[in-house]
């Protein structure tokens, strides 16, 4: 792969890599013991009304919260790791190789998805 290739292939990755750290950011919290490990944090909404009623149904809105980023927050921290690990391929020199069959993959599926480990014939 010449080298003009490579380094925008390294900055799609890097830019989303920035986009995918702020999006996290945005809902929870890296998890300081372990790394690339993130927290979805839990919403806290305002009570507009006293009532009891009011309260549980602000509570099962929080409920429902936390489930969203949950959910958003499993699937960014996997893309952050797929980006991470292609960064990772690119430093030690052995970015686009298939994983499977060691082929280049094509130059279109890594400018589709600069994570791509496999090529279409090997891609789960």
């Not at 003009?4 to 890097?14: D, N, P, S």
């Not at 996290?24 to 507009?48: T, Y």
């Not at 919260?65 to 430093?91: N, Q």
């Amino acid at each position: 792969m010449d080298a003009t290739l490579l380094h925008e292939l390294k900055g799609l990755l890097e830019k989303e890599r920035d986009l995918l750290v702020a999006e996290l950011q945005s809902i929870a919290d890296p998890d300081p013991k372990v790394r690339g490990d993130w927290h979805a944090r839990f919403p806290k909404f305002e009570v507009v009304e006293t009532s009891s009623s009011s309260d549980r149904e602000v509570e099962q809105d929080e409920i429902e919260e936390y489930e969203t980023r949950l959910a958003e927050e499993h699937s960014l921290e996997s893309r952050l790791l797929e980006v991470h690990k292609a960064l990772d391929l690119i430093a030690q020199k052995t970015y686009g190789a298939c994983k499977a069959c060691g082929k280049p993959i094509p130059i279109d599926r890594l400018r589709a998805n600069p994570a791509a480990e496999y090529d279409m014939e090997h891609a789960r």
